[in-house]
């Protein structure tokens, strides 16, 4: 039977997902204007991409953490921990959370990083300082997620409007640009 969510969560809820939006749009702009991100020089495709991946690792360190949890409670209780090969094993409550964070983790990731590619070859040279800020609040917005979902889930909101909102926002940008400019915008063809 499913739980009823009572007017109290309902309204934690709404107000993480308010706080995550004007906290996203105070970041962006205080990023924007503010922080001091270098970006290339008149960059052509292939520069974009490399400064796209290279902040990009950023965003993978989420997965890595969660990995290195998991696995450190598997190797500390090996008989408790449960089986990772097995899974129709449910995992004891203790690592459940950590193996539930990163699961959504890498599904996030799957969805994030190829969006930021796709925009970062659209967007205006000027604008590539975007790339860092994207992926920064990424790693942000998991490392919440993380710590509301192991206090409890109904405080993994904030962390998730922080991830999945920039992701939507790139997905549809980007499809946006493949509408309107095409897929070869940006491209010299011989």
Not at 23 to 46: C, E, K, Q, S
Not at 152 to 157: A, E, M, P
């Amino acid at each position: 039977m499913k739980e009823k969510r009572s007017a109290v969560d309902s309204k934690v809820i709404r107000i993480q997902g308010v706080l995550g939006i004007s906290a996203m749009v105070m970041y962006f702009y205080v990023g924007y204007f503010y922080l001091p991100i270098t970006v290339p020089d008149d960059p052509n495709m292939a520069d974009r991409i490399i400064f796209t991946m290279r902040w990009g690792v950023i965003e993978i360190i989420p997965v890595a953490l969660g990995m290195i949890t998991i696995g450190l409670y598997r190797n500390s209780h090996p008989i408790t921990a449960g089986n990772p090969l097995q899974p129709d094993q449910v995992s004891p409550p203790e690592v459940a959370v950590h193996v539930r964070f990163l699961t959504n983790t890498v599904e996030q990731v799957l969805m994030h990083l190829p969006g930021l590619f796709v925009f970062a070859s659209y967007i205006q040279p000027e604008n590539l300082k975007l790339v860092p800020l994207f992926s920064i609040l990424f790693f942000i917005g998991r490392m919440i997620y993380w710590i509301g979902y192991s206090i409890s889930s109904l405080y993994r909101g904030l962390g998730m409007h922080l991830t999945i909102t920039p992701t939507l926002f790139l997905l549809g940008y980007s499809m946006f640009c493949l509408v309107h400019s095409g897929a070869n915008y940006g491209i010299q063809m011989d």
